[in-house]
Structures are given as C-alpha cells and as structure tokens.
C-alpha cells in the first residue's frame, strides 16, 4: 500500500466547509471489484490507530467519538481484522463499525482516492424547464462550491423569474456546500434583511469547545418572492440538500413534496490514512437559528407526503391551485 501518511487531512472546514456529497463517497464504496493490492496486518493496525486518534480530537460528538476509538481498538486487538487483506472489504468492515456506534450516516471510510474521475461541471448544472400553467421548475444535482454555483443559479433564477409557482426538485441531492445552500436560498426572500440559516458548529481540534460558522442569504440579481415554491424531496435527498428543505420549511417558505429524507446533518472532511485509503469523521454539525436542532438521523419530513416517482407530478397539481398564502413573505 505504500508508506503510511497518516491524518494528511483534506480541510473542508471554514469557508471550504461541506455537508459531504454522498454520491461521490458511495461511488468510492462500490468501486470496481478488480483486484487491490493486498494489506498487511502492520498497515491495519497503523490505519485503525489513525482513525482513532482522529474519532478522539476531531469528531464533533466527543464522547461518542471516544467510544468508536475505544470499538476499533477492541476490535483491532481480538483480532477482528486477521485475515482481511482486500482493502475495501476493510474499508466496509470500519464503516459498518463506526455507524454502529455514532449512528451517524457521514462517517465512513473509504477506499479509492476521492480526487481521481472527478464529475465534470455539467454534471450539477441546474436544469430548468417550464410546466403547464407558467409554472418553473428548477433542479439540482448537488451543491458545488460558491464560486461554481452562483452563476448558474443567477442564469436559471433570471429564465424562472417570471412564473407563477416555482418546483425545486431536490431528489437524489446528496449535498454539497452550505454556502451555496445559503444562496439558492436568498433567491425567495426579500433583500432588505439577511435571512440566517442553518449554521455549523465545528469542534475546535483536541478540544471540547466549539465555534460557530453562521451562513445567510444575500444578494442576488433577480428574487423569487410573493409566489409559492414546492421542494421536491427523497429518500436519496440528503445532507446540505436536506438543509436547504429544512430551512425552506422552517422559515415557512416552500412547502416539501415527497418522500422523507435521510438525516444527514453532519460535515466534515476528508483524512488521509495511507495510499487510497481514506476517512470521513464528520467534525461539525448543522443548527437552525430557530429550531436550534436539525435533521440527524430524523429526516426532513415532507408537508405533503408522496412517493418519489410522482412527487413532481404531486408538486404540480398543488401549484396550479394553490391560492395559499402562507408560504410565501
């Protein structure tokens, strides 16, 4: 596998803070099954250590962080791993452990470097269409960072500006960067004042304090307010996706259509463990202003339920006789 470099970590915290995009980690999960070099009990025993000392200093539930440390090492000296010498299968043994203890679907390990077959742009690129009865609808893949995303916000919010209704569809957004979040946001509500939505709370590292990074909306060149929105939601629908719905519905600005979604409400970013392997132990969480909670392992839970495959379908029919008010500022 190469010589070690534990804990070189990939800082996704700050301003390139992220709610980790889980289509990109679950492609890494399920890569090809062609053969991998195989591992050896010295880089086994090296990578669980890593990954403990990272669950101690970083994770941002302290205790909880502590006792997935405390699992691995258990496991690591009944010899658990003994044997194990595909390092995916690895991979999937230490995620499936982690989760067992922090109940938190972020954390995992991973193997296959996060940096290679990266999507191209076009791949988050907005699509919007227009529906019968001037109504816009309007989806996304996943929330890339701030600099890739406003333009092709300002481009799809400017064609859309002028429908009655407005569906955004987020099934199957597994998340991304909550700045963006914040501006897709600023979109519906009025200029004047600056909205706050869901901050995150990152641990400081090998402590037990915290600090608080606030995210609000903020200008944009065209605003979609006065009209009803529908956010369209899944089961696949997770992390700063799920902020977004959260937040819409929270301020009581969109209704949410469909499915519920998958709980993800954790960041965090990317540590290097040795070559092609890598963990993510999530070091800050997600906290509405006015909930001053989330939605972890809960879901956001859509206003009006639908199956996925007809939630756009549900969306519309409501849009085209909503006189409903309450929705809109």
Not at 144 to 172: C, I, Q
């Amino acid at each position: 596998m190469g010589s070690l470099q534990v804990l070189r970590r990939f800082a996704f915290i700050g301003t390139l803070a992220v709610l980790f995009v889980d289509a990109q980690a679950a492609a890494l999960e399920h890569r090809s099954s062609a053969p991998n070099a195989a591992l050896t009990s010295e880089t086994i025993s090296k990578v669980v250590n890593a990954i403990a000392t990272e669950l101690r200093e970083a994770y941002v539930f302290p205790d909880k962080g502590t006792q997935a440390a405390n699992a691995l090492e258990k496991s690591l000296a009944a010899g658990a791993y003994a044997g194990v010498t595909d390092p995916a299968k690895f991979a999937a043994q230490v995620t499936e452990q982690l989760r067992a203890v922090t109940e938190d679907s972020h954390m995992r390990m991973v193997f296959g470097s996060p940096f290679g077959n990266q999507q191209p742009l076009d791949g988050a690129a907005f699509e919007t269409k227009l529906l019968d009865g001037n109504i816009g609808y309007l989806r996304l893949a996943k929330f890339v960072p701030p600099d890739e995303f406003k333009p092709m916000a300002d481009k799809s919010m400017r064609g859309l500006a002028e429908t009655r209704a407005l569906l955004v569809d987020m099934r199957g957004n597994g998340g991304g960067h909550p700045a963006s979040v914040a501006y897709l946001a600023s979109f519906f509500f009025e200029p004047e004042t600056a909205v706050p939505m869901s901050s995150l709370i990152w641990r400081d590292r090998g402590k037990a304090t915290f600090r608080t990074e606030e995210f609000h909306t903020s200008p944009t060149p065209v605003r979609y307010v006065g009209k009803p929105v529908y956010i369209l939601v899944d089961a696949k629908t997770y992390s700063a996706a799920e902020a977004f719905a959260y937040d819409m519905q929270t301020l009581r600005r969109a209704v949410i259509v469909g499915e519920k979604t998958r709980g993800g409400a954790n960041a965090g970013g990317l540590t290097e463990l040795d070559a092609d392997l890598f963990v993510v132990v999530p070091v800050g969480r997600a906290e509405n202003p006015i909930t001053r909670s989330n939605w972890g392992n809960v879901g956001v839970r859509p206003d009006v339920a639908a199956a996925a495959e007809v939630a756009e379908a549900t969306a519309l029919a409501l849009a085209m006789t909503s006189k409903d008010e309450r929705h809109q500022p």
